[in-house]
T-cell receptor, first 117, second 113 residues
Framework: NAGVTQTPKFQVLKTGQSMTLQCAQD?????MYWYRQDPGMGLRLIYY???????DKGEVPNGYNVSRLNKREFSLRLESAAPSQTSVYFC????????????????FGPGTRLLVL | RKEVEQDPGPFNVPEGATVAFNCTYSNSASQSFFWYRQDCRKEPKLLMSVYSSGNEDGRFTAQLNRASQYISLLIRDSKLSDSATYLCAVNIGNGGSQGNLIFGKGTKLSVKP
C-alpha cells in the first residue's frame, strides 16, 4: 500500500496563477483532509471531507476550493494564488473521522511545498 | 485559551536523558488524543495514541490527565534519532459525532551526543 500520495512535491507559482494539488489514498478511508503548515503556526485545517460526496470548511478555507472526486481522491484548488498561500500543504486521511477506535488516527501524505511569488 | 497548546522548546538534552513534554487542551469533551512525530521537511507520523489512563511503547510513555486537561509524553534514554518535533493532536468531537483533530504547534527536541 502506498498510503497517502500527493502531487506535485514542489511548485512555484506567480501571483494570480491557479493550480490544483492532488491527493489520493489507498486505505479505503472515508475521511480526507487538507492542511497547511507554516512556521510558528502549526498545522491548520483548510477543508475536510467526512465522506465521499461531502466537504466542509476548516479553520482557514479562504482562497481555496476542494473536490472529493471519489472515495480515494481529494483535490485542493487555488484559483488565484497569493504570496500568503506560500506554505507546505499536507493531505491526510482517516477511517471514519470519529477517532473513537484505538488505532484510528490520521495518516499524512508527504506534502507539497508551494512558493507563490 | 488556545484549543491545544504546547511548549515550543527547543528542548536540548544529552543522549540518555529523560525528557517530558506536556500538551494542554481546552475542550473538556475531547475524547481522543495523539502524539505525532515530525522530522524536518517530512510529514507528521503517528507516534502514540492516548485513550484512557495512558500507555507505554518501549521508551515512550504517554499519559492523560482529564482533570487538568493535559497529555504528556515521556521519552526515556533519549537517542540521537529521537531529535524531531513532537506534535500533540486532540479530537474536538465528543465521540458521538464526527470531529476533527486539532494540532498543537509542536515541541522541538534536539538530542546531543
Amino acid at each position: 500500500n502506498a498510503g497517502v500520495t500527493q502531487t506535485p512535491k514542489f511548485q512555484v507559482l506567480k501571483t494570480g496563477q491557479s493550480m490544483t494539488l492532488q491527493c489520493a489514498q489507498d486505505m479505503n478511508h472515508n475521511s480526507m483532509y487538507w492542511y497547511r503548515q507554516d512556521p510558528g503556526m502549526g498545522l491548520r485545517l483548510i477543508y475536510y471531507s467526512a465522506s465521499e460526496g461531502t466537504t466542509d470548511k476548516g479553520e482557514v478555507p479562504n482562497g481555496y476550493n476542494v473536490s472529493r472526486l471519489n472515495k480515494r481522491e481529494f483535490s485542493l484548488r487555488l484559483e488565484s494564488a497569493a504570496p500568503s498561500q506560500t506554505s507546505v500543504y499536507f493531505c491526510a486521511s482517516s477511517e471514519s473521522g470519529y477517532f473513537s477506535q484505538p488505532k484510528e488516527t490520521q495518516y499524512f501524505g508527504p506534502g507539497t511545498r508551494l512558493l507563490v511569488l | 485559551r488556545k484549543e491545544v497548546e504546547q511548549d515550543p522548546g527547543p528542548f536540548n538534552v544529552p543522549e540518555g536523558a529523560t525528557v517530558a513534554f506536556n500538551c494542554t487542551y481546552s475542550n473538556s469533551a475531547s475524547q481522543s488524543f495523539f502524539w505525532y512525530r515530525q522530522d524536518c521537511r517530512k510529514e507528521p507520523k503517528l507516534l502514540m495514541s492516548v485513550y484512557s489512563s495512558g500507555n507505554e511503547d518501549g521508551r515512550f510513555t504517554a499519559q492523560l490527565n482529564r482533570a487538568s486537561q493535559y497529555i504528556s509524553l515521556l521519552i526515556r534514554d533519549s537517542k540521537l534519532s529521537d531529535s524531531a518535533t513532537y506534535l500533540c493532536a486532540v479530537n474536538i468531537g465528543n465521540g458521538g459525532s464526527q470531529g476533527n483533530l486539532i494540532f498543537g504547534k509542536g515541541t522541538k527536541l534536539s538530542v546531543k551526543p
